[in-house]
């Protein structure tokens, strides 16, 4: 009696419990067995809670209170250890009227684009070599996300040498070329190059392999059609390849665009000691150095989550767009 | 981003799936069986690439084992010299190398164990067992991986800095306890690995739920709670944001000790600041070097199983 009782609440739990409850009331068996199975059904009931409480938990305390006092503060002028005074909108004001939070949000996009434009693409050209059969494709891949291994910190390091326009091994390179002395650091857009170049060697590996293994679950059936039809193979991966993963290169290009938002350690570290200010002439300043700077360098903790709130409000401008999108391409399959 | 980028693999099939869920597994066989011979010039782009790829790795060996003198006079060098002891003493002598490797492996073991625990957990909940309001608090999981840093920090620190724990590596456990990605990733492998017949059968045969757990979700579950410890720890490892706002120079992390290292006064040893790079990188490369396969398998299996 007591099994069936459990499996059926076991197999339909979301079904309110009352009713087998009530009919166990009437079951003569012995109380010990009756305390044991009302305890059996809290656990199967409770249980899930459980399981869930410690990620909500952790999320609650470290993502969604930080994010909402985050917003609270942004209305604010607040120092560390000082009370908070409310400012109403000044800090987004200030922001509107401040030419470094442009240039911030400028350098932001171009780094974003330059890093992630030129990363997909190698991601999904070097995904399509991947997926051909071969020898040693293990080693391919293992080798190509060996990058992935590197930290931010000690692989910017790292670049930051090669880029060097005095003895890097880049102006070395192009001299060989005959091309001119280029200022990796001073000069904006070759500063940008330097540290896009850092982030798409990190994770072009990474895509690709994300790549590949949409790539792999593509039906075979769409290449022999495309096959008889005479496709060649730069054609199949046009038309076969691409549309069927494309909802794979559109969260590649969602996600990459929410990372390069939040771009920070690459151009603080590329600069040196002046990373701070995103080099000499704020070249490289990204929103998130802005507001370190503005927090923890200027000290001034109520504009720094005003910068925040930016960040997210042009996440869920992204988010908004990916929603979009993602339903216009549902309708056009469907259709 | 790295949380963010491994949820694509299952979300992104799961919609263009749809139509062809029901001949999937037909499909795998085929699609193995079509592939075209690799010709020689897909050969020589992939050695481009990889020469790419691990290039940079290589020259940080050269770069650390160089004087600084020998890097910055042209022509660089190509092949390692014999300076590395030398330049590693120094990396010693300015930041405090070993209680940052000690902290880093610190912070890596206990955020890995806790997330893979804890995400095991609820990636069962979610794969296996039904529950009121399920579906909803999974999109909750997954729309929490988009929230960046940078709009936690703030707060975060006013806490930690009122507690007295800027400094202190708790500081940096306690926020990456568990991760939404680690969530969405055992639940992806649970249900697909876990049959709900053993579930219910262990059920029937009147097993509490901590039973289940142990003995039928665990056992099952090992592979991918490895994949993803070695995941979770080699994000931890290289973590930067919140560790460089929460600790300093004298309690740092690896990655905060390179920041200290690469940040210094304009004589700066360049071999130097290389070769502590090499130190933050060699334990990672040496997981890579073992376990490199395992670690493909882990990021590549979200996108075949959706």
């Not at chain 2, 990636?123 to 309001?133: C, I, N, P, Y």
Request: glycine share 8%; with cysteine; net charge positive.
């Amino acid at each position: 009696m007591a099994t069936s009782v459990r499996a059926t609440s076991d197999g339909t739990p979301r079904s309110s419990g009352n009713a087998p409850l009530s009919q166990h009331g009437g079951d003569p068996g012995p109380p010990a067995a009756g305390w044991r199975v009302r305890l059996f059904r809290l656990d199967t009931k409770a249980s899930p809670y459980v399981y869930i409480a410690p990620f909500f938990l952790c999320f609650a305390a470290f993502g969604l209170f930080p994010l909402i006092y985050t917003g609270w503060l942004s209305f604010h002028e607040v120092q560390l250890g000082t009370h908070a005074t409310w400012v109403g909108a000044r800090n987004y004001t200030e922001l509107w009227d401040n030419t470094f939070f442009w240039n911030a949000l400028r350098n932001t996009f171009t780094l974003g684009v330059i890093s992630t434009v030129p990363q997909l693409l190698m991601a999904l050209g070097l995904a399509h070599l991947l997926n051909y059969r071969m020898r040693a494709r293990g080693f391919f891949r293992v080798a190509i996300l060996a990058p992935y291994a590197t930290s931010i910190a000690a692989a910017t390091l790292v670049f930051v040498q090669i880029f060097n326009p005095d003895y890097g091994m880049i102006n070395q390179l192009l001299g060989h070329f005959g091309a001119g002395h280029v200022q990796w650091s001073t000069s904006k857009w070759p500063a940008q190059i330097a540290i896009s170049a850092i982030v798409t060697w990190r994770w072009t590996g990474y895509n690709a392999l994300i790549y590949l293994a949409a790539m792999q679950a593509v039906p075979a059936d769409l290449y022999e059609a495309a096959a008889l039809d005479g496709a060649s193979r730069w054609r199949q991966f046009i038309s076969v390849t691409i549309p069927s993963i494309r909802p794979t290169i559109f969260f590649t290009i969602i996600v990459s665009t929410i990372g390069a938002t939040q771009l920070f350690g690459e151009p603080l570290m590329f600069g040196g000691s002046i990373g701070y200010t995103g080099g000499s002439a704020h070249q490289y300043e990204t929103l998130s150095l802005y507001m370190y700077d503005k927090g923890w360098q200027v000290g001034e903790l109520g504009q720094a989550s005003a910068v925040a709130w930016v960040m997210l409000l042009i996440l869920l401008l992204i988010g908004a767009v990916q929603l979009l999108v993602t339903r216009a391409n549902r309708r056009n399959q469907g259709g | 981003m790295a949380e963010l980028t491994q949820s694509i693999p299952s979300t992104g099939p799961r919609h263009s799936g749809a139509p062809r869920t029901p001949s999937r597994r037909r499909l795998r066989a085929t699609g193995a069986g079509r592939q075209q011979s690799a010709g020689p010039v897909a050969y020589i782009l992939l050695i481009i690439a990889t020469l790419l790829s691990l290039f940079p790795l290589y020259w940080t060996v050269v770069a650390a084992s160089r004087t600084d003198t020998e890097l910055i006079t042209p022509p660089t060098p190509l092949l390692p010299g014999t300076h590395l002891v030398d330049n590693l003493k120094i990396v010693w002598d300015e930041v405090d190398m070993t209680k940052a490797l000690v902290n880093s492996t610190i912070v890596a073991s206990c955020v890995a164990l806790s997330t893979v625990l804890f995400a095991t957990l609820a990636g069962f909940a979610f794969a296996k067992l039904r529950f009121r309001g399920r579906n909803a608090l999974l999109t909750v999981v997954v729309t929490t991986m988009t929230i960046p840093p940078q709009l936690t920090v703030i707060p975060l620190y006013q806490i930690v800095s009122n507690i007295g724990w800027v400094g202190h590596i708790q500081s940096v456990i306690l926020p990456s306890l568990v991760a939404a990605f680690g969530v969405f990733f055992m639940r992806q492998f649970l249900s697909e690995a876990l049959p709900v017949e053993l579930v219910e059968a262990a059920r029937v045969d009147g097993a509490h739920s901590l039973r289940i757990i142990w003995h039928v979700v665990f056992p099952i579950a090992r592979p991918a709670m490895a994949v993803l410890g070695m995941l979770v720890f080699v994000q931890s490892w290289n973590d930067f944001f919140w560790p460089f706002i929460a600790l300093n120079q004298q309690n740092p992390t690896v990655q905060v000790a390179l920041q200290g290292l690469g940040s210094g006064d304009h004589t700066i040893n360049h071999a130097v600041v290389v070769c502590g790079a090499l130190v933050a990188t060699v334990p990672l490369l040496l997981v890579f070097a073992v376990l490199g396969k395992q670690i493909v398998g882990g990021i590549t299996a979200g996108a075949v199983k959706s």
